[in-house]
């Protein structure tokens, strides 16, 4: 069945450092791909999308490209900030299935350091 | 924005009891989905439903409950409840469709400890 995997965590870097977290995915048909993120004492929310190979998903200095080859969805930003400290998460689901076929990764800690 | 309210931040209850989570979400969306989380396992869905009256399993059901009476309002149930069942629990709603199309709105959850 389709999966998703993230790299554990926890993740801690200084503010401004580059920020890379790993997603890989086994998916048997095109799926589209999320990154979710959970700020402290909230609820997710989605962070960005890409719904085909090579797409780029963006949002708040966040960016993802959708790797077919790789069966790859890493996350990066290039200067964290404080603020950006959460947990996220990676999810996959099936093009134009319904949102219950959503699949979440185990998510990654990030904690940024001042 | 959308909103998505749960009750309880908090709750503790003891092995046995029967407890309700309840969830209501301001934006009229139809579907509506209740998940736990535990630390490695990410999410894993545990009821949603396309409609009032209407409800689905998802993959982990056993020991749970739902009930869907009106659009906005979603509770989950615990007939007994058990300490296995310790876990911060999640609601969300989103707009019928693609998951592509209609991302999922989450509340802050509710952390139940049950002893």
């Known amino acids: 069945g389709d999966s998703v995997t993230q790299m554990e965590g926890p993740v801690t870097l200084s503010e401004e450092a580059f920020l890379t977290i790993n997603c890989t995915y086994t998916?048997?048909?095109?799926?589209?791909l999320f990154w979710y993120v959970q700020y402290p004492g909230e609820g997710l929310q989605l962070l960005l999308k890409?719904?085909?190979?090579?797409d780029k998903g963006s949002n708040k200095g966040f960016e993802a490209t959708y790797r077919k080859e790789t069966t790859s969805f890493h996350l990066e930003k290039g200067s964290v900030q404080v603020s950006d400290s959460a947990v996220y998460f990676c999810?996959?689901?099936?093009?134009?299935?319904?949102?219950?076929?959503?699949?979440f990764g185990s998510g990654t800690r990030l904690s940024i350091r001042p | 924005d959308v909103k998505v309210t749960q009750s309880s931040r908090y709750l503790v209850k003891r092995t046995g009891e029967k407890v309700f989570l309840e969830c209501v979400q301001d934006?009229?969306?139809?579907?509506m989905f209740w998940y736990r989380q535990d630390p490695g396992l990410g999410l894993r869905l545990i009821y949603f439903?396309?409609?009032?009256?209407?409800?689905e399993k998802g993959d982990i059901p056993e020991g749970y409950s739902v009930s869907r009476e009106k659009k906005e309002r979603f509770s989950l149930i615990l007939e007994s409840a058990s300490t296995n069942q310790t876990s911060m629990y999640l609601c969300?709603?989103?707009?019928?469709?693609?998951?592509?199309?209609?991302?999922?709105?989450f509340g802050n959850g509710t952390r139940l400890t049950v002893t």
């Open positions: 969300a709603s989103s707009f019928p469709g693609s998951s592509y199309n209609s991302p999922l709105h």
């Open positions: 998916a048997t048909g095109y799926p589209s």
């Open positions: 890409a719904t085909k190979a090579d």
């Open positions: 999810a996959l689901s099936d093009r134009d299935s319904s949102a219950s076929k959503i699949i």
């Open positions: 934006m009229d969306h139809e579907n």
């Open positions: 439903s396309y409609d009032v009256k209407m409800k």
